[in-house]
């Protein structure tokens, strides 16, 4: 453990140097000083008074924490529950377009619910927190900050006190108290599907960023309790989530605990030092332990040589994880520190148990005490005891506080500074007035795309501009920039025009994603699909200049698109003010700047597709790095013609078809003999289609597979589909497999094909009938058909368009998690040909 060094050292630093500020203040100021002082002991003999006043059951009813859809205010008043959290992409009744009021109304259910002190109850008002992450982001019609690596590139923390001030303000419009944010992560390894929620792979960034976020949302130390306009912030997550190896999420971390926090724990300096009062503990392990188990970094580290005087919230079923520990049974975890328990559907259980542990002195009583003091204090000094119901405070209801004009502004300037301009050949930028552009490419008018994960669903999916009120794409950003100023602005689809464009602007980059779904194998952007390089090379082609905007969660290596573009701006996921990128790109009527360029890197740009297996890249490697990039009139920071060609032949690479959801190009469809094609659009809720309902379910984590469950009646399918053929046949030469994880949740009552389709009327399937029959229900199991038996079967795999189709006309359940064309298979997990 740390005894004298880096943190410890750095926290007593603080403390003599705040001892020898104080002996010089005014004498008016010391007894300020005293007055707090004297607040900071009535909290505390407020909580022991009121610790005192509890059973053993209400003190554990304090330390749970479900997800709405999993608790109603009946059971808060009846298990005496102190937390509820809604988690990403969940909102009152399951409604995706909840009001305003919908929200004030489910959180008065639960207060009203909590304070009610018949039949035993504490009295104890209850907490809500949320995934505000980048701005109220389960909101409709919230304003949307760029996501923490675009904000990682404005490098201004004044700007991370106003967002965290505008989410603060809307979070407790809607009567939430508490927002499970910031992320301190540094990111270490950009394969890491979380790397957007980092600021950067500097831990100097995130320190200064952490503190500043935390006083927007929280007030100066003090305020909270105090201004309605305030809610309680995380530091989350504790800690090394961004160091993994290999950058998998939820991974191991392998480092010496001076490196350790020397790396991972300055932004929890910051946060602390800004008097963060909640910290959440990450999924991740330390050298092979997971944290939600692992005493020594959570009570001796965090609450001992650190101070944390706060809350310690696990995360989503995160005790789960810790070795000999369930999700619903961890006393491990709860004795390592862990205060409030994120337990979302199982916490009944959990609570029984917990109950069973204390009376045997497994869970001592002390650590009982300890977790509900801390919960108390929390509530105690965020006002909760005092503000009445959530409708009866100052800001809840205001509708017009929601993605309000003077909000918007903030999250627009935002975007302006978080632009990385790294090419701008023969200063095509800015776009003049007179000019007639074309703007293409499938992020143009998407909004949903250039806000990323987090966005309304948790992965930020199946989103339409209509789901965004208020919000501005980037083409109707550019449209009205340049119509303003004398030009005109085309929407193509692809790289057909009405009238030749003088500049083509194409939007393009990653589809959203969220935690876990956004892992990949290496920084090739899209695995080698090449879609977004051939629409930048025909236009090339026709002799139209090129900008190139790219959303982006993370820095990836695309030379070739970089070539085929003339002017290249990463715009990351800029969130619901997408006119901030026409305001930097666009000059005014004069042919003047009105916003240059002033973003520059936070993470280091690839040159090569390969990272090494700890996660960094060697300066050889390295395109750009931190702190580069260009403002107008700067020389060109990159050679006009970079190495195109890729170390991996991504052609031999594994393909991903679904995990977590369906990665690009493929979509999820079903289909009956009626109507063979429709999108699923994979939220929360059911999507039924004739005999066939899928739902979005948990697996390994939160919301990553689909139950598709069929009824007896129409032949129906269930299957990934991509507009254009995919070539699987270099795979075949690997003796590549079609993998599946799959849970039989109902055994086939008639037949079930597993197909493939190559272009109607090209296809080929296999009778998997007796397979599926033979699974034990309910027990996950990974299976492959080698690509060679779809070949014999007639399918051209050269040019694949549906690599997974699942048919049937009988009753029969099951859960996809993971499919994949990828020649990672044991021989006795293959099925054979038939």
Known sequence: MVKDKNYALAKGLVTIVAGLAFSMMPVKLVAQDLNAADKAAAVEKRVETLLASMTVEQKVGQMIQPEIKFVSPSDVKKYHIGSILNGGGSFPGERKNSSIQDWVDLADAYYNASVDTSNGGTGIPVIWGTDAVHGHNNVIGATLFPHNIGLGAANDPQL?????????????????????????????????????EGYSSDAAIVKAYAGEIVKGIQGEPGELGSDPAKVVATAKHWIGDGGTYRGVDQGNTILDIDQLLELHGQGYLSALDADVQSVMVSFNSWNGRKLHGHREL???????????????????????????????????????????????????????????????????????????TRILRIKIRAGLLEKGAPSTRELAGQSEIIGSAEHRAVARDAVRKSLVLLKNKNQLLPLKGEQHILVTG??????????GGWTITWQGTENKNSDFPGATSIYAGLKQAVENNGGSVELSSDDSWVKKPDVAVVVFGEEPYAEGVGDIESLMYRDGHQADLELLKSLKAKNIPVVAVFLTGRPLWMNAELNSSDAFVVAWLPGSEGVGVADVMVADSAGKVRYDFTGRLSFDWPNSELNRTDGALP??????????????GDAEIIADKLNEKPLIDASKAARVVFSGSARPPFKTYVGDSSNWQKLVQGNKSSTAFGDLTVTTVDGAVQEDSRLVEWKSGRESQFYFQSEAGVDLSKLRDEDAALVMIIKVDKKPKGAVTLRMDCGWPCSGGLNITRILRAIPENQPVRIGVKLSCFEKVGVNLKKVNSPFVLVSSKEFALTIADVRVTKDISEKSLIGCG
């Open 160 to 196: 991370l006190r106003q967002i965290g001030e505008v989410t603060a303000r809307e979070v407790a419009a809607t009567g939430i108290d508490w927002i499970f944010a910031p992320t301190v992560a540094v990111v270490k390894d950009n394969r890491w599907g979380r790397s957007y």
């Open 298 to 372: 959570i009570t001796d580290v965090l609450k001992g040589q650190l101070g944390f005087d706060g809350l310690v919230v696990s995360d989503w079923d995160g005790i789960g994880q810790v070795e000999g520990c369930t999700t619903e049974n961890c006393a491990q975890a709860i004795n390592a520190g862990i205060d409030l328990i994120m337990v979302p559907q199982g916490w009944k259980n959990l609570i029984g148990n917990m109950l069973e542990q204390v009376e045997s002195g497994i869970i001592p009583m002390a650590r009982i005490d300890d977790a509900v």
């Open 442 to 451: 499938d992020g143009a008018d998407n909004i949903g795309k250039q806000n």
């Open 619 to 632: 300066v050889s490697d390295l395109l750009l790095t931190r702190g580069q990039g260009l403002s107008y």
